[in-house]
């Protein structure tokens, strides 16, 4: 069985710009979460999609947004980005929403973003 | 302020060695996961306690949940190079599964 595939792997912009960021869950899994990984913060949650619709959300502002397709793929979505915003992006998959049943995540390899 | 302490923050060792890295907290969590990552990689899930006093072996690996469930530790004999990797521990509060992730132990075991 496939893994937690992401896309592009890594990504360079500049500030002001945006950035699109997919994730492609393992077959069957309908839970996706998304996360920032920087040496500073460490690992941090961004939000979790569950049938398309957003079920829980970290402490990070309006400029992150995501997304969640029928097929259970995902995109998120980064406006205005800032120097601060150069990290890993981490998404995660999971067969129900992880905030609600502790199911096991999967996580891809993620998307080294570096913005100059 | 981060929820979840872990140390030490690097860990360099001989092959052969053995080691432990903490993960602290003033919360209680329903639960505890330790990850590891490799260079170029997500997380990789190694084990769940949930039990406070719990200990559970993988291996080489020793993990232990606090009696009060509000810390952890991971025990490695005899490390290999192989065990090389970012250690991170992640808590999930009483209240929700939502998981809070510990910044994590960079260990480099050299041959």
């Known amino acids: 069985k496939a893994g937690v595939t992401q896309t592009p792997r890594y990504l360079i912009k500049t500030r002001g710009q945006q950035v699109t960021l997919s994730c492609s869950p393992i077959s069957g899994h309908r839970s996706v979460s998304w996360y920032q990984q920087t040496p500073g913060q460490g690992l941090q949650f961004l939000f979790e999609y569950f049938s398309e619709t957003q079920r829980n959300k970290g402490n990070f502002p309006g400029r992150f947004s995501g997304r969640q397709f029928s097929n259970s793929r995902s995109e998120m979505n980064v406006s205005t980005l800032e120097l601060g915003d150069s990290a890993l992006y981490l998404c995660?998959?999971?067969?129900?929403?992880?905030?609600?049943?502790?199911?096991?995540?999967?996580f891809g390899p993620g998307t080294r973003l570096t913005v100059l | 302020t981060q929820l979840l302490e872990q140390s030490p923050q690097f860990l360099s060792i001989q092959e052969g060695e053995n080691l432990t890295v903490y993960c602290n907290s003033s919360?209680?969590?329903?639960?505890l996961q330790w990850y590891r990552q490799e260079p170029g990689e997500g997380p990789v899930l190694l084990v769940t306690v949930v039990t406070g006093g719990e200990v559970k072996k993988l291996k080489r690996l020793t993990f232990q949940f606090g009696d009060a469930r509000k810390d952890s530790s991971l025990h490695i004999t005899a490390a290999q190079p192989g065990d090389t990797g970012l250690y991170l521990c992640a808590g999930a509060r009483i209240s929700n599964y939502k998981l809070t992730f510990g910044k994590g132990t960079l260990l480099t075991v050299n041959p």
């Open positions: 919360s209680v969590f329903s639960s």
């Open positions: 995660a998959s999971s067969l129900r929403p992880v905030s609600n049943t502790g199911d096991e995540q999967f």
